[in-house]
């Protein structure tokens, strides 16, 4: 069983933001395998969905406790259904790569995302793969960055969105085991 978690905040109003380009990520997994619609669950901090990609059982998580405190839903379902971190897949937005660019990585520290530093404490564990997608363009270093992950895509680049999400699922189908 593999747990695959978008990271983002749940308010609509941050829909579209570049600090919810996980979010964007995991409905379009769920869509493209035909998974029921997200559910709230209470006692998993969040909205889920369950279902199967190739041969495997797979659960898909959009926290709804803020970004920041994203590791108390991850935490809470892991534990639950006993999930290793190795296991637990998160796709989340990178401020520091280039917008589109899509970087998959094994393990790590949290390079400063507050989403992945509260995961890691969650969970007790740096050893688990990450989907990292880029939203930086020119802005990025004139504004402070608490401030541009949670601004709006420019046309332009919601217009490129679902073409970098569809590669973030080729990343996630070549490089996790499903």
Not at 40 to 60: D, P, S, W
Request: proline share 4%; net charge positive; with cysteine.
């Amino acid at each position: 069983m593999k747990l695959i978690v978008g990271l983002g905040n749940f308010d609509k109003k941050y829909k579209y933001t570049r600090h919810n380009v996980g979010f964007l990520a995991v409905e379009a997994i769920a869509e493209k395998f035909s998974l029921p619609a997200f559910k709230a669950e209470k006692k998993f901090f969040g909205e889920v969905t369950c279902g199967q990609i190739n041969n495997e059982k797979v659960i898909l998580l959009k926290p709804t406790t803020w970004m920041n405190n994203s590791g108390k839903a991850v935490g809470a379902i892991a534990y639950f259904y006993k999930i290793p971190p190795q296991d637990i897949v998160i796709l989340f937005d990178d401020a520091d790569l280039n917008f589109g660019t899509v970087r998959f990585r094994e393990g790590g520290s949290s390079g400063g995302h507050n989403g992945l530093k509260s995961i890691i404490s969650s969970l007790g564990s740096k050893d688990f793969p990450r989907i990292k997608i880029g939203i930086s363009n020119q802005q990025r270093s004139i504004i402070p960055a608490a401030n541009f992950v949670l601004q709006k895509f420019t046309s332009k680049e919601k217009k490129e969105i679902p073409v970098i999400i569809e590669q973030a699922i080729l990343t996630f189908l070549t490089k996790v085991e499903c």
